[in-house]
């Protein structure tokens, strides 16, 4: 009577041990997102990057004067070579590129020697689209021969801050600088921006 005792707690055992193993492996297992699910879930928001505008493709790019990354982008372009004493009007577009903007305005002076004759002022816009330009004209006289520096001040101000980043526009009037004997012009980097006619 005992070996079979044996056989039959060794056999119990056996299918205790196979359906605990069942039940462990049922848990362990959950069933993965139907298709339908993976259709409905809600689609991750995209990164705030700006539409680009083919517009604004051949203009130049103003130089930063601020290490931080400007919410605004300052392009520009000109229609003629700068000349002294002559009018000269410089076409720029901001384009702002952080959808926190929520009013945008500049201000644009030029050096000494350098006369600002209109369009000293972008008065503020409210709401800017991101990625749309927003459209403004400077009109200046340089008064000789020189490197002059135009400079626009843009302000954009969000819900949380106001922000003002300068940016800088080289302008050439007539020949420039004449080049000294070594060949360089004088306190000038010859490999700096300037604007072009176009």
Avoid at 63 to 85: A, C, D, M, W
Avoid at 106 to 126: C, H, I, K, N, Q
Wanted: contains cysteine.
């Amino acid at each position: 009577m005992r070996p079979r005792f044996r056989i039959r707690t060794a056999g119990w055992l056996i299918a205790a041990a196979a359906s605990a193993l069942l039940s462990a492996c049922g848990s362990s297992t959950a069933p993965g997102p139907t298709a339908s699910q993976q259709a409905q879930a809600p689609p991750k928001p995209k990164p705030n990057v700006a539409i680009g505008d083919s517009s604004t493709a051949d203009m130049s790019s103003a130089v930063s004067l601020t290490r931080l990354t400007p919410p605004v982008q300052l392009k520009f372009e000109v229609t003629s070579h700068p000349q002294p004493g002559q009018p000269l009007q410089v076409d720029f577009a901001l384009i702002p590129v952080d959808s926190s903007v929520a009013t945008l305005s500049a201000r644009f002076a030029g050096e000494e020697g350098l006369a600002l004759v209109s369009g000293a002022e972008l008065a503020p816009v409210d709401k800017p689209a991101l990625g749309v330009p927003i459209r403004h004209s400077v009109t200046v006289m340089p008064g000789a021969n020189g490197i002059y520096e135009l400079i626009a001040s843009v302000t954009a101000v969000s819900d949380t801050d106001s922000r003002t980043n300068q940016f800088l526009v080289p302008v050439i009037s007539g020949v420039g600088i004449a080049p000294s004997a070594g060949g360089a012009a004088s306190g000038v980097d010859s490999s700096a921006t300037a604007v072009k006619p176009r």
